[in-house]
């Protein structure tokens, strides 16, 4: 069973900053799966945030591209969102997901939740 956990969500004013945290203590952010971060606002779909294969190629929703970075730290099994210039839209529970029968490979389905078969217990981000 894999076990993912979020953490960094908080409350912020526009234009301000936060740092979102994914670790797993089985190591299956450091192994061949497509990792992604997911939001979802009450009554709504969750919808893809960012996508990272094993080999680094990343996917970025359009409404976070310049502003979202996705970075990972295999040592750690730490993967990071660093969110820049927040906006109230912004504002949603993010869960980090996982997909492991994908060898890695993330690709143009990168969003479709269908895919990911493990996910945390999400971190709330507030933009006020």
């Known amino acids: 069973h894999v076990q993912l956990v979020e953490s960094g969500g908080g409350s912020v004013q526009a234009g301000g900053s936060l740092r979102l945290s994914c670790g797993s203590s089985?190591?299956?952010?450091?192994?061949?799966?497509?990792m992604a971060w997911f939001r979802q606002d009450p009554g709504k779909e969750r919808e893809g945030v960012v996508a990272l294969a094993s080999d680094g190629s990343t996917w970025y929703a359009d409404s976070v591209k310049g502003r979202f970075t996705l970075s990972k730290d295999n040592a750690a099994n730490t993967l990071y969102l660093q969110m820049n210039s927040l906006k109230p839209e912004d504002t949603a529970m993010y869960y980090c997901?996982?997909?492991?029968?994908?060898?890695?490979?993330?690709?143009?389905?990168?969003?479709?939740?269908?895919?990911?078969?493990?996910w945390g217990q999400g971190t709330q981000v507030t933009v006020s």
């Open positions: 089985s190591g299956h952010t450091g192994r061949m799966y497509c």
């Open positions: 997901e996982a997909d492991p029968f994908s060898a890695g490979r993330c690709g143009d389905g990168w969003s479709l939740i269908s895919r990911y078969v493990y």
